[in-house]
């Protein structure tokens, strides 16, 4: 999707938990950072969710999934996740439906030192884009839309001593081929100059498609720098030296952990934005941090993570400056306050995403 309507319509899913309030308090700043761009956003509140399913037994129906596909320019999720559904089946059907269905192959995940005091390894670090020192600035590239994911496998014998799970993990040559295209395609436009590729080949012998298909398409890019890592060494080295890092490529189990591992590193799940992408079609824009139920409606929860995936929708959206102007914003309020208590301050929801809203310009 690019700029040239007027008017961008987009869905919103606040979804459960603390999804609702991070969602409710970070609409207006992304409007704000978008109209001062010239972008003109139209919210269309949908209601899918636990309590919807509680109340009608249905997650997502058939009519809404096609007006996501068709009639929509981005969709903005909140959190899905509630003790009270069996097994989450609401959030599978939601959240996985609609990547696999919609085919949102990309899962990009920047991971982004915004403030030096919120990593634990405080004073090492510099923030992102400082011109002294070291930093955290790199994007975790996470195949979306295969490996075990696809929840393809069998149950044997269950309840007996005998019992077996099997769980089957399917990587396709479409699908790797594309997600490291796509990672490459990245780091060149964004001036990256080394890309990362996980696996565990040397234990999993059918995940070598990754490191054969990463050599053929790296090829076309002679100014990036190709390394490979196996994920548990990948771990320990994003602990011990994530500054090397720039573009992490990786299937869709290790992409989902390492990302996580990632937000750690710079502050936490409270601060962390995602996008849920296929190039050309609408994408799927959600925080990565849970509904965190315990939390709702306690006016606690961190509201950045929801505001800075509003900033990667506007980018994808063709205004990146509009981006800028929250990443900006985030920053001027990590360093003077007020922060919420995952990150050590004393503010609620509300108030941050306020202060926020109030450092747009």
Not at 56 to 78: K, M, N, S, W, Y
Not at 134 to 150: A, M
Not at 193 to 218: M, S, Y
């Amino acid at each position: 999707m690019t700029s040239d309507k007027v008017t961008h319509q987009i869905a919103v899913i606040p979804g459960d938990g603390i999804g609702p309030e991070v969602v409710r308090a970070a609409l207006p700043v992304i409007e704000k950072a978008a109209h001062l761009e010239g972008a003109r956003l139209k919210w269309e509140m949908l209601p899918y969710s636990a309590d919807h399913y509680l109340k009608t037994g249905v997650t997502l129906p058939e009519e809404a999934f096609q007006h996501l596909r068709d009639g929509v320019d981005g969709i903005l999720l909140g959190a899905l996740g509630d003790p009270r559904v069996p097994e989450n089946e609401h959030a599978r059907d939601i959240l996985l439906g609609l990547r696999f269905r919609l085919d949102l192959f990309i899962n990009f995940r920047p991971v982004t030192l915004l403030h030096p005091g919120l990593t634990p390894f405080k004073g090492k670090w510099q923030t992102a884009g400082s011109k002294r020192g070291k930093t955290i600035d790199l994007v975790v590239f996470r195949e979306n839309t295969e490996g075990q994911y696809q929840g393809f496998g069998r149950a044997e014998q269950v309840g007996t001593a005998d019992e077996k799970q099997v769980s089957e993990e399917i990587h396709t040559r479409k699908g790797v081929e594309r997600i490291i295209e796509a990672a490459f395609t990245w780091a060149e436009a964004h001036g990256r100059t080394r890309i990362t590729l996980c696996d565990k080949a040397n234990a999993v012998p059918h995940q070598r498609i990754w490191g054969r298909i990463f050599g053929e398409v790296g090829v076309n890019y002679p100014g990036i720098e190709r390394e490979h890592r196996y994920v548990d060494a990948l771990a320990m080295e994003l602990v011990r030296n994530p500054e090397r890092f720039q573009v992490i490529v990786a299937n869709n189990l290790y992409g989902d952990i390492l990302s996580d591992l990632g937000a750690g590193l710079v502050g936490g799940l409270g601060l962390a934005a995602s996008a849920n992408l296929h190039p050309g079609h609408a994408g799927l824009f959600e925080p990565v941090h849970g509904s965190a139920p315990p939390l709702a409606g306690k006016n606690v929860a961190n509201p950045m993570a929801a505001i800075l995936t509003g900033g990667l929708m506007l980018e994808s959206l063709g205004f990146p400056k509009a981006s800028d102007r929250l990443e900006r914003a985030v920053r001027e309020v990590l360093a003077e306050g007020p922060t919420t208590p995952d990150i050590g301050g004393k503010s609620g929801t509300e108030e941050v995403a306020l202060a926020v809203m109030q450092s747009v310009r």
